[in-house]
Each structure stands twice: as C-alpha cells, then as structure tokens.
C-alpha cells in the first residue's frame, strides 16, 4: 500500500541549528559536553564553532511528502542511519528534504510486516549535502489495516 | 597523538551506564526532539498499544550512545553511524553502552557499538565510522 509513494520527495525546508535547542537536546541525551553550548570552547575549537550531536537532526522539519498518510500510532523504529561529511554548526542555515526510498513486506512474528525506508537530506544553501539519514519504519498489519479501511 | 588514534583493534572505548530510565528522561527527550508519539510518556497510551508500559524513544537510547565519542571532537567526527534497535527499553531499565574498536583503515575508525540492558540484552546494535582529521 506504500509501494506507489516510493520516489516521492518533500519540499525543501530551511531549518536552523538553533543555539538553545541544541543545548536542550544535549541535555536530554546526557551529553552536556561544551562543544556544543559554551561558545568559548567552540571558538576555540578547530570548528571555530559550536557543533550540533550526531543524532541532532532527529528535530528537523524535513517537509511534507504529499499522499504520504503515515499514522501517528502503530509505528515501530526499526533502524537509523545517519552520514555526515562534517559536523553541524550552531546557527547554521540547513536545508532538509526526505524521498520515500523503499517499501517492501516481509513475514514477521505479528504478521505481515511492512518496512518503510525514508532517506533525509540536510544541504548547504548551495545544495552541498551536509549529511543524511535513512530511516526505517516498521508498519505492523494490524496499523496497516486501519489504515485502509 | 590525539587520544582516539591510540586505540588497538580490540580495545572496547569506554562503557558507560545510564541511571535507571525515568520518566522526565523520556519527557526531555519529548520535549528536546519534537517527538511527543504518546506510547513514550503517557501509561494508558503505551497499554493501548499493547506495551507493558511506556518505553523510551530509540533515539534517545541511540542520542545517549554516541556521547561515548563527544569528547574526541578535536580528533574528528562520526562520519557514519548506524543503528539497529533490538529491543524495547523500559523504566527503570540500566543501561549500558558499549564501542569496541573493530578496524582501522587510514583515516577511519571502525566501531562496533551497543547498548545492553541490566538482562545483559541488546537493546540496540550498530555501527560507527569515526573519520580522523589528518
């Protein structure tokens, strides 16, 4: 039921890095390190900077893929993936996107499984991937079913 | 020599174990992240779905464990990192991170990394590429 949305891509949104959401998010994984909020270790780093975490990017708008009916219960992660070609900086301007990359179902313990793989971009403004991530989202027949009735 | 470039194959980084999971964790996790899926903070919610109470978001479990490697930022950066979320995480749960340096190849890391629970299960399972600046 997902197969006809593989190819299908959101329109790009201009996201920034914002200073206190990083630090929020730094402290919410534990990882208070000042890299990513004191300004003077960032300055005084070879990043010249503040940079975001690794897993940042998970409070990103990425847009919205028309036809793209996800429901908001039922869903499970299955897996996450993310490339950087270098670290975020603080107050960066990002620009995020997502394309519906792969569906497929597979027999499972609770059924019919469907896997949804969604791949995000973040660009520069010049349209220079600064990193993606894919992610896969398991889609159990019972949700599935819901959803087409 | 920077820290990270003196590891041997083989050598496990760092472990690091999180208090018991609480709830205001998975609330500031909510919060920070946007994702407020209810199945993370409310009780009826995560009963609803069939859950025996609420479990933390694989983000936040997968955000926690790549802090094993914050501290090497001058070194370089995660190039890659990718997760497999094994099992679900509960409150109260302990849990333990793990990398373990797998290979190295020129300017990259390889690590395997893990995330136990106080059953000694994976919780979550996967991969880190750290690139090391020149």
Known sequence: ?149 | MSTVAKLQVGEIVKEIQLDPVSRLDLIKYAGASGDFNPIHTIDDEAEKAGLPGIIAHGMWTMGNLAKLFTEYYEDGFIQDYSIRFKGMVFLNDVITFKATLKEKLEDKLFFTVKAVNQHGNDVLKGEVVFHQYR
């Open chain 1, 1 to 149: 039921m997902f197969k006809d949305q593989i190819g299908k891509q959101s329109n790009k949104v201009k996201n920034v890095v914002e200073r206190g959401a990083v630090k929020k998010f730094a402290e919410a994984i534990g990882d208070l390190h000042p890299i990513y909020f004191d300004e003077d270790a960032g300055r005084l780093s070879r990043y010249k900077n503040n940079i975001a975490p690794p897993t940042f990017p998970r409070v990103f708008d990425y847009g919205v893929i028309e036809g793209l009916n996800l429901p908001n219960k039922g869903l499970i992660h299955g897996e996450q993936t993310f490339h950087y070609v270098r670290p975020l900086f603080v107050e960066e301007e990002i620009y995020c996107y997502s394309i519906v990359k792969k569906y497929f179902e597979k027999k499972g313990k609770f059924g019919e499984m469907g896997f949804l793989v969604l791949e995000s971009y973040g660009e520069e403004e010049t349209g220079s991937t600064i990193f993606s991530s894919t992610s896969t989202i398991v889609i159990s027949e019972a949700v599935r079913k819901v959803l087409t009735r």
